[in-house]
């Protein structure tokens, strides 16, 4: 199987990414790479447990994608070993009326990570450059001083929205939260193919909307923020991996193999050692017990 490493898909540079690959050949059958990706979520899962015992650091996982990119299936397949203490998933949908009452990083900042834990969010606080960057009436449903209608809406407004999202990494980064942030790269045929699936398949059929389609039609626009935003806002203590997503088994093993490659990265986590009082105190503390018995 051909070596995967994190370093393959982290964005260090400005990137464009209609000349990035949606398909990536990892040369290996699809049985084989199952057989990798169980191996991987056993050492992540032997990973999480290590870091809830150190309880230094939390770890957040950030998933974009376009429609059918296949989040849901990935944070099923790639998260199936932890303990489930040990990891919660936030799927951010349109806002409600309380979470519109605050800040639009409000909701995501009180999701974040426990020390010790993963969250994973399932879309995220980059929809507020995405989302509304195609539809930029829904900023108005946000009442921002200011902002009395779209043409209100400058390119200031979102350059001071990247830098307050790049503050706010920046600042739960270095309180112990660990960030990596992925887009699954869908070539446009690809989903194409995915949405017919939907309509062809009874199972599948719930998952179609004729929503679908409509943002379907803003393709272009949707791949032009996103690159702005990638490029934005990869930073070393918040990178974002471009992650070929039109084969979704080999998107899985990619985006499991680079949460650890980066994770090992962090040689201060380790389980915490006995209290050298306790451990002198071993054999009167086994004692105890056995005569319990």
Known sequence: MKTIRSEHFKISAPVKLSEVPTF????TS???????????????????????A????????????????????????????????????????????TELEHDYLWRHYVALPEKGKFSVFNRTH???????????????????????????????FWENRFESINA????????????????????????RQRLLRRLETEKQNWKFSPGDLKERALWDQYLQWYEEAINQTSKPHAPWFVVPADNKETARFIVAKTIL????????????????????????????LSKEK
């Not at 990536?24 to 040369?27: D, I, K, M, S």
């Not at 199952?34 to 809830?52: A, F, G, I, P, T």
């Not at 950030?62 to 919660?88: H, P, W, Y």
């Not at 706010?168 to 989903?191: M, P, R, T, Y």
């Open 261 to 288: 490659d980066e994770l090992e990265k962090y040689t201060d986590i380790k389980e915490p050692e006995m209290d050298d009082k306790i451990r002198e105190n071993i054999a009167l503390y086994r004692e105890f």
């Open 168 to 191: 706010f990494e920046k600042h739960v980064s270095l309180n112990g939260v660990i960030i990596l942030k992925f887009f699954l790269h869908l070539s446009k045929e690809e989903q």
């Open 126 to 156: 980059y929809e507020n450059v995405l989302v509304t960057r195609v539809h930029p009436e829904y900023i108005l449903n946000e009442n921002i001083p200011g902002i009395e209608k779209v043409e209100d809406i400058t390119p200031e």
């Open 24 to 27: 990536y050949n990892v040369e």
């Open 30 to 52: 699809e049985k084989k790479k199952e057989k990798e990706l169980q191996k991987v979520r056993e050492k992540l899962s032997k990973l999480q447990d290590k870091m809830y």
């Open 54 to 97: 150190h309880n230094r650091y939390g770890v957040l996982i950030c998933l974009q994608g376009m429609d059918t990119a296949g989040k849901d299936s990935l944070i099923r397949e790639v998260f199936k070993e932890f303990n489930a203490r040990g990891v919660v998933v936030h799927s951010f949908k349109t806002p409600n009326s």
